[in-house]
């Protein structure tokens, strides 16, 4: 039996976005998988120590000789991989047992420059093959520019958000509301005590998904917050609340915000930072900028549609390259 390497966001992750993530990836290469025996390892921390790579360890062999190999993740390029945390954690020493990498939905993340060091694994481990599959036009822009080939698909988590699907999801404010806010590293952003003094004036029920790992905690320092319901930290009850309750959802979470809409549900996303403003300006996203927080309160009240743009033929092209190939 053939095997199939999945590199996962999700493992080792302290934002459960990357669960949602990992969920779609699964969904979406299910007929790739199907017949094959499915091996995965982590993205955010490293799979192999160098001398295993050195020593071409038995422990490694069956991963790096996988026919096909794929990585999911939102932001896992990034421009420099000399930075503190590079959300895939590869390295000079431990990316040969990843060659041949194809990326699915992949982001590359912040910055307009890239060193020399970063290029040269990108082009030494990623497939030069296959065509990758990344979320926006800038993430296509820098995998052509290391001379690979790339369409853009957008997000895998929004690949199912067809005009059907969409057509399905409410137009008008719901009684209940789940929201999102994004942990700022210990300081408090002024702005999230609008964010929740809207919803609570807005709606009869409303409940908090901590969708990252101090997300919690944040919560607390504000004010006017003893009436919301706090969910457990996982994707599991937020799954729960998507499925039996009738709640929009609002807040700064954007891959909250995408399978809200997965579930059906009106989603407002509160962008605050070049990821959500770049994919809800390829693929209109219901948006209000944080700096423009006047704006969620008309939104909030207000009816309007939910038409996600996705190009469904670059999906299908991508997704075909590894039919022909079996034929």
């Known amino acids: 039996m053939e095997n199939i390497l999945l590199l996962d966001p999700a493992i080792g992750s302290k934002n459960l976005g990357d669960h949602i993530i990992s969920e779609c990836v699964h969904k979406e290469l299910s007929f790739v998988f199907q017949g094959r025996y499915l091996l995965e390892l982590p993205t955010q921390v490293s799979s192999f120590h160098w001398y295993q790579v050195l020593r071409n360890s038995l422990a490694l062999k069956d991963y790096s000789q ?106 008008k404010k719901s009684d209940e509301v789940v929201f999102t806010l994004t942990a700022t590293g ?62 929009d959802y609002v807040g700064t979470r954007l891959h909250g915000g995408v399978y809200a809409m997965r579930h059906k549900r ?14 809800n300006e390829g693929n209109h996203l219901n948006c209000v900028d944080k700096e423009n927080l006047e704006a969620l309160e008309p939104m909030v009240q207000g009816e309007f549609k939910t038409e996600i743009k996705m190009d469904f033929d670059a999906i299908a092209r991508w997704k075909n390259q590894f039919i022909t190939k079996e034929k």
């Open 66 to 171: 996988c026919r096909l190999k794929f990585v999911g993740g939102s932001n896992v390029m990034v421009k420099d991989l000399l930075t503190h945390y590079p959300q895939w954690n590869i390295n000079l020493f431990n990316y040969k047992p990843f060659k041949g990498t194809i990326l699915v939905g992949v982001g590359a993340g912040r910055g307009s420059r890239s060193n020399a060091y970063t290029r040269h694994i990108y082009r030494k481990m990623l497939s030069s093959e296959y065509f990758h599959s990344v979320r926006d036009e800038r993430s296509k822009e820098y995998v052509e520019c290391l001379g690979l080939k790339a369409i853009n698909t957008g997000c895998v988590t929004m690949w199912a958000l067809t005009p059907e699907h969409c057509a399905q999801i409410p137009s």
């Open 186 to 247: 210990g300081a408090k952003d002024k702005r999230d005590q609008i964010i929740i003094d809207t919803l609570l004036n807005n709606y009869s029920k409303v409940f908090y998904w901590p969708q990252g790992y101090h997300d919690e905690d944040y919560l607390h320092l504000f004010d006017n917050t003893g009436g919301i319901t706090v969910l457990e930290p996982t994707k599991e009850a937020y799954d729960r609340l998507l499925t039996e309750h009738n709640a």
């Open 266 to 279: 009106r989603a407002i996303i509160i962008a605050i930072d070049e990821r959500a403003r770049s994919i």
